[in-house]
C-alpha cells in the first residue's frame, strides 16, 4: 500500500483494434472512471452494447477466470443477473495484451447491463430498498452452491481484515472528531465482531455491491423494480453476511434515517435467503465498519491521487452516514435487524413474559393492594376513542387530565388507568405530517389522589434518577433494576412523576425490598386539579445512548419497543376484561371485509388505511398520522367540524322522526336552503342520498313531460341504483356494464382538452352543444320525445371537466325547445364549492328545471335534496303519495341548517375562491416545468390534473397517476385518480383548506413529479 497503483492507459484505437481483432466487432468506445481498472463502454455498428474491461498489470488470470466462472454461474442461474462473458474468435474468456511498456494485461469482453446505477435512482423509496434486499438474497441464494479454485483470496477491501487497513490508513485522516468515530466503531468490531467471524458461514460473494455497482430497471407498472450487478473485480469467498452489509452500507448513504433504510434492505434479504441470528447480531457493526474501510481507504487513495474524483465520491456522504450510525445504539440496532427478520425483537421478551406470569402471586401491588380490589376507571385515549369526542380536548394534555378528573369525580373512583400500547394525539399537533411524530404510548397511567405512596414491586437496585426537564414541576423518574431467569438476566422498572421528595435522600446502587415504599406521585401540570399520576413502565434494556428511556415512540418502531416495554400489566394485574376491546389490525379487518361485505366494494390505496379520525382538512389513522385530505368532497365544511356536530348531537337527543310530522326544522331548512336559488327554484324535496335525489329527478322529468328518454353526457356518473347506473356512461360503459339501454342516448362530453373541439376554439361550447341536436334527431326519428337533459354541472368521474363557455346555455335552449327538463346534477360541485358562485350550474349563466344535491348537503350526514320548480311540482302531485320515510328527517334538518350557517359565518365559499385560485395558480406554475402535467383545469377548490405521456398525442399516463397518487399518500396528503383513461388528479378537498395546505401541496407533489418513474 506504500505504491500509487496504475491504470492500464491503452488509446481509444488500440482498443478498438483489439477488439476488432480478437472479437470482430467494431464501433464507438466511452471511458468509465475507474481507479484500478481500465474499463470502456462499446457500442458496436449494429447498436449492441458491451463493457471492455482491461486489468491492472498486477493482475492474476486465475483471478480473471474466476470472475468469469461466477458471472457465468450467474447468468445460468438468471439471465439479467450480472453480465455475459464473451468468448473470443479463439474462443478464450480471457485475452493477453501488452502495453507499449511491454506490461502482460488482460482484456475481456461482457454484455452490457441496462438501466441506471442505484446511486442515481431517485427516490430511494421503501419498495426499492425491499427489493433490493430481495435481489440481494437471490445473489447470495444463487452463490451458494458455487465454488472455484481461487476462490479465497486476500485482498484490501476484505471486511475479515477490515481493522489492519482502518489502522493502516488512519494516518492519512487529519481531522480528530473523524479519527475518534473510527476508533469507536474499530473498538465495537475487535470486542464483539471479530472473535464471532471464524464462526458464521461462508460463500462465494460480490463483495463490492456499492451503488454504482447495482443495476436497476423499472418495469412499467409502479414501484416494481428489477436489478442486476457488475464489476466482479472483488469477488471471493467469504462470510456470506458480508455481502448483505456491503451492500446495506451504500444503500444508506445521503438517507436522512439511515437505519431504517437498512431495514428495508434486511427484510428483503431475508424473505429470499434467511439470514440466521448469529449473523444479525454483528450486522450493524459490519455495516459501520464497511463505510470506515471505504472512508479510510478514500483518504489514502487521495493522498496519492488527489485529483482522481471517482476515489471520494461517496466520502462526503460516508462520513455524514457515520456520525449518524455512532448515534445510534447497537442493541437496538439488532432489534431492529431481528425484527426485520421476523424474529422476537428483544430475545428474552417472550422469556420475561412468562416469568411475570409465573410469579403473579408473589408481586407485590405497587398501590400496597391489588388495583383489582381497588375503585378504578379504565380511560380510553386513543385516537378513535368515542370518550373523547372533542379533538381539541383530545390534542391537549392539559385538557385531558382534567377530562380524568372530572370523570373519577363524578364516578367517585379511586384510580385512573390509561392504558400501554395506545396512539394518543396529544403527544402531537394536527399539521400536514406527523409521520415521525411519537404517539404510541409504552406504559400504564395510574391516576390518583396527590402523594400517593407508590411500592416496591420485585426486589430491585436503583439504577437511575431522571429530573424532569420539561415540566415546571419538580418531578423525577426512577429506574429499578431486577433479575430473572435461569440466566439471571436483566429487566427494569420504570416510575414516572414521583414527587421531588422522594429522591431526597436516594444514590444509584440502592436496594429495594419488595414492598418497600418507592416514594411518592408528584403534582401533574395543572396546579388547580387535586390530582397526580405514576407513569409504570417495563423495560427489558436501556440503550446506552439515549439520555432516558421513551414513554412514548414513533409508530414506524412499534413493534420493537413493545418488545422492549412489554405490558405492564404483567406487574400491575388489573383484570382483563376491566380494558375496552382491542382494535382490528388492518389485516384482520381486510380479511373481515372480504368476508362479510360485497368484494366490489373497492379500498383506497395499495396499502389500504384505517381512518379512526377526522377533523376539518385532516384525516387520522389508528397510530396518529396525519393525513391532509384534498379529496373528500362530501365533508364539505371539514370533517367533523363542532357545530354540525353539536347541531347532530342536540337534536338527535331531543327527537328524530319522519316528516309527517310536523315540525319546524324542515320549513326552516327548506326556507333557507331556496333562498339559495334563483327563481323559480323555490320547491324542496328531501332524501338521503343523492342517488335518491337523482331517482326522484329523474321521475319528475317524466311525470311532468310525459316523455321516457334521456340525453346524458359521456363518462358522466350520477349514482349506484339500477336506472342511475343506466344513465351513467361511467358505469354502464365500463368494466361489468351492460351498455346503455335504448332510452338512454350518450353526447359527447365537452372536453376541451381532448375531445372534438378544443380551448383555443372560442366557439367550443355551441359546438358541443350542437350535437345535441343530432341526438334529438335520432330520438325524433324513432317516434319518441325527450323527458330530461341530465348532467353533472361540472364533470367529475369524466375527468374534473369545466364546460367550455356557453355550453349548458346552448344546450338547454335546445332541449327546453324540444319539450324537454333540464336536470343539474349538483351533487359533487354545489355549495360555494366552485367559490365565484353558490351552485356550478351559476357558472354556465343558466338556471335548471331541476336540481339535485347531496354529500356536502349534510356534511357527510345522510341528506339529500331535489330543488324544482312548482309547476313541476304539480305536475308531480297526481295521486301517487311521495313519501321517504328518513327525509327531511329533524336531525338531518338541523344538519342541513348548521352547514348553511357555516358557510356563511365562516366565509368558505370566499375561502374556495381565493384558495382555489392561489392551488390552481401553483399547479399551473408546475405545469410549466413538468411535460408530464398536460392540463391543470378546475374552478375553486374543484381541480383536475391530466397526466399525459407526450404533449402533442395526448397518451395517457395511468400508471404515472397511481404512482403520484401512492406516493402523495406516503408523504401524508390524499388525493385520488378520476377520469375514463384513470389519468386525471382529482383535488376536491374540504372547502375550509387553507393556503398553508396548498403550498404542502404543491411542493410534495412537485418532489414526486421530479422522480424517476415521474419522469421516465
Not at 396529544?426 to 400504564?444: A, D, R, S, V
Not at 393525513?627 to 331531543?654: I, M, R
Not at 366565509?907 to 385560485?917: D, E, F, H, I, R
Not at 395546505?997 to 414526486?1008: G, R, S
Request: charged residues 25%.
Amino acid at each position: 500500500m506504500s505504491h500509487k497503483l496504475k491504470r492500464p492507459n491503452f488509446s481509444e484505437q488500440i482498443i478498438l483494434d483489439l477488439v476488432k481483432n480478437e472479437y470482430g466487432l467494431s464501433g464507438k468506445l466511452k471511458e468509465f472512471p475507474s481507479y484500478r481498472d481500465q474499463n470502456l463502454l462499446l457500442i458496436a455498428d449494429n447498436g449492441e452494447k458491451f463493457i471492455v474491461k482491461i486489468a491492472n498489470k498486477i493482475e492474476k488470470k486465475e483471478n480473471l477466470e474466476f470472475q468469469n466462472a461466477v458471472m457465468n454461474h450467474l447468468t445460468n442461474k438468471n439471465r439479467d443477473f450480472s453480465p455475459q462473458v464473451i468468448k473470443s474468435k479463439d474462443n478464450h474468456h480471457v485475452v493477453t495484451i501488452k502495453s507499449d511498456e511491454e506490461d502482460i494485461h488482460y482484456l475481456r469482453l461482457v454484455t452490457f447491463l441496462p438501466g441506471k446505477v442505484l446511486a442515481q435512482i431517485n427516490p430511494h423509496h421503501n419498495t426499492l430498498l425491499r427489493k433490493f434486499g430481495q435481489f440481494l438474497g437471490h445473489l447470495g441464494k444463487n452463490l451458494s452452491d458455487f465454488d472455484h479454485p481461487v476462490a479465497y483470496h486476500d485482498f484490501q477491501w476484505d471486511l475479515m481484515n477490515v481493522h489492519t487497513v482502518i489502522e493502516k490508513n488512519k494516518e492519512f485522516i487529519e481531522n480528530q472528531e473523524k479519527i475518534d468515530v473510527l476508533q469507536f466503531f474499530l473498538g465495537e468490531f475487535l470486542d464483539r465482531t471479530l472473535p464471532k467471524l471464524d464462526s458464521l458461514r461462508t460463500s462465494v460473494i460480490h463483495s463490492d455491491t456499492n451503488n454504482y455497482n447495482v443495476i436497476v430497471n423499472y418495469e412499467e407498472t409502479p414501484f416494481d423494480y428489477s436489478f442486476g450487478i457488475i464489476d466482479f473485480g472483488d469477488v471471493q469467498k467469504n462470510c456470506t453476511i458480508f455481502e448483505l452489509a456491503i451492500a446495506i452500507a451504500y444503500a444508506i448513504l445521503d438517507k436522512g434515517d439511515p437505519i431504517a433504510a437498512a431495514v428495508k434492505v434486511v427484510e428483503g434479504y431475508h424473505s429470499v435467503y434467511s439470514l440466521q441470528e448469529s449473523e444479525i447480531e454483528i450486522l450493524f457493526n459490519l455495516i459501520c465498519m464497511r463505510l470506515c474501510q471505504s472512508v479510510s481507504m478514500a483518504a489514502y487513495q487521495q493522498s496519492l491521487d488527489p485529483k482522481n474524483k471517482y476515489i471520494s465520491i461517496t466520502e462526503k456522504d460516508a462520513w455524514k452516514c457515520l456520525f449518524i450510525l455512532k448515534d445510534i445504539d447497537s442493541s437496538f440496532a439488532h432489534y431492529l435487524f431481528r425484527n426485520a427478520c421476523n424474529f422476537e425483537p428483544h430475545p428474552a421478551s417472550r422469556e420475561l413474559a412468562s416469568f411475570l406470569k409465573d410469579i403473579q402471586e408473589q408481586i407485590h401491588p405497587i398501590l400496597n393492594e391489588e388495583l383489582s380490589e381497588k375503585n378504578y376507571l379504565v380511560f380510553d385515549l386513543s385516537v378513535g376513542s368515542l370518550e373523547l369526542s372533542s379533538f381539541e380536548e383530545m390534542t391537549n394534555k392539559k385538557e385531558v387530565i382534567a377530562y380524568i378528573y372530572r370523570c373519577l369525580k363524578q364516578s367517585k373512583k379511586e384510580v385512573g388507568i390509561c392504558r400501554h400500547n395506545e396512539a394518543r394525539l396529544y403527544y402531537t399537533k394536527p399539521q400536514t405530517n406527523t409521520f415521525n411524530t411519537p404517539t404510541i404510548h409504552l406504559g400504564i397511567d395510574l391516576f390518583l389522589k396527590p402523594k400517593t405512596s407508590i411500592y416496591v414491586p420485585i426486589e430491585g437496585i436503583l439504577v437511575n434518577i431522571i429530573q424532569d426537564k420539561h415540566s415546571s414541576k419538580q418531578n423525577y423518574t426512577l429506574i429499578l433494576e431486577h433479575r430473572f431467569g435461569s440466566s439471571n438476566r436483566r429487566f427494569y422498572t420504570l416510575y414516572k412523576n414521583l414527587d421531588e421528595k422522594t429522591v431526597e435522600n436516594y444514590e444509584s446502587g440502592k436496594q429495594f425490598l419488595k414492598g418497600e415504599l418507592l416514594g411518592f406521585t408528584g403534582d401533574v401540570e395543572n396546579t388547580d386539579i387535586s390530582l397526580s399520576y405514576v407513569h409504570f413502565q417495563i423495560i427489558l434494556d436501556l440503550p446506552e445512548k439515549m439520555d432516558t428511556v421513551p414513554s412514548v415512540i414513533n409508530a414506524k418502531q412499534k413493534d420493537i419497543w413493545l418488545s422492549l416495554c412489554p405490558n405492564p400489566n404483567l406487574i400491575l394485574k388489573i383484570p382483563q376484561d376491566s380494558f375496552p376491546c382491542q382494535e382490528m389490525e388492518k389485516e384482520a379487518i381486510i380479511i373481515a371485509r372480504q368476508k362479510t361485505l360485497g368484494k366490489s366494494l373497492s379500498i383506497l390505496y395499495k396499502e389500504p388505511l384505517k381512518i379512526v379520525r377526522g377533523f376539518m382538512q385532516y384525516l387520522f389513522d389508528e397510530n396518529g398520522h396525519t393525513y391532509l385530505d384534498s379529496v373528500n368532497n362530501v365533508q364539505h365544511v371539514g370533517h367533523c367540524h363542532p357545530e354540525v356536530t353539536e347541531a347532530l348531537h342536540k337534536q338527535a337527543l331531543v327527537l328524530n322522526t319522519n316528516s309527517r310530522y310536523l315540525h319546524d326544522n324542515i320549513v326552516k331548512y327548506a326556507e333557507e336552503l331556496c333562498k339559495m336559488f334563483p327563481a323559480p327554484l323555490k320547491v324542496c324535496f328531501f332524501v338521503n342520498s343523492g342517488s335518491e335525489a337523482n331517482e326522484l329527478a329523474l321521475r319528475l322529468a317524466r311525470v311532468h313531460t310525459n316523455q321516457h328518454d334521456l340525453i346524458v353526457l359521456n363518462n358522466a356518473y350520477h349514482g349506484i341504483t339500477g336506472e342511475l347506473v343506466n344513465i351513467s356512461p361511467y358505469k354502464h360503459a365500463g368494466p361489468g356494464g351492460k351498455g346503455a339501454p335504448p332510452y338512454v342516448h350518450v353526447a359527447e362530453m365537452p372536453d376541451v382538452y381532448r375531445g372534438s373541439y378544443k380551448d383555443d376554439d372560442k366557439d367550443a361550447g355551441k359546438k358541443y352543444a350542437a350535437q345535441i341536436k343530432d341526438v334529438l334527431s335520432d330520438i325524433k326519428e324513432k317516434g319518441k320525445g325527450i323527458a330530461a337533459f341530465i348532467s353533472e354541472s361540472l364533470l367529475g368521474c369524466g375527468g374534473q371537466v369545466i364546460y367550455p363557455d356557453g355550453y349548458l346555455k346552448e344546450v338547454y335552449a335546445i332541449i327546453r325547445k324540444n319539450g324537454g327538463v333540464c336536470i343539474a346534477d349538483e351533487v359533487q360541485v354545489g355549495f360555494g364549492r366552485v367559490g365565484s358562485y353558490f351552485w356550478a350550474f351559476e357558472l354556465q349563466d343558466v338556471v335548471p328545471d331541476i336540481v339535485t344535491l347531496g354529500k356536502p348537503i349534510g356534511n357527510g350526514h345522510p341528506l339529500a335534496a331535489v330543488i324544482t320548480t312548482h309547476e313541476i311540482a304539480k305536475s308531480f302531485n297526481n295521486g301517487m303519495e311521495f313519501f321517504s320515510t328518513t327525509g327531511g328527517n329533524s336531525v338531518s334538518c338541523a344538519v342541513g341548517l348548521s352547514v348553511l350557517e357555516i358557510i356563511k359565518k365562516e366565509k368558505l365559499q370566499q375561502n374556495a375562491l381565493t384558495v382555489g385560485s392561489y392551488l390552481k395558480e401553483g399547479l399551473t406554475k408546475l405545469k410549466q416545468k413538468y411535460p408530464l402535467m398536460g392540463d391543470v383545469r378546475g374552478v375553486g377548490l374543484f381541480i383536475g390534473i391530466e397526466l399525459v405521456l407526450d404533449q402533442e398525442t395526448l397518451s395517457p399516463a395511468p400508471f404515472k397517476a397511481s404512482y403520484i397518487v401512492e406516493r402523495m399518500k406516503e408523504e401524508g396528503i390524499l388525493i385520488s385518480i378520476e377520469g375514463p383513461l384513470h389519468n386525471v388528479l382529482k383535488i376536491k378537498p374540504p372547502i375550509v383548506f387553507n393556503k398553508e395546505n396548498a403550498d404542502y401541496l404543491i411542493e410534495n407533489l412537485e418532489k414526486i413529479l421530479s422522480e424517476d418513474f415521474s419522469q421516465r
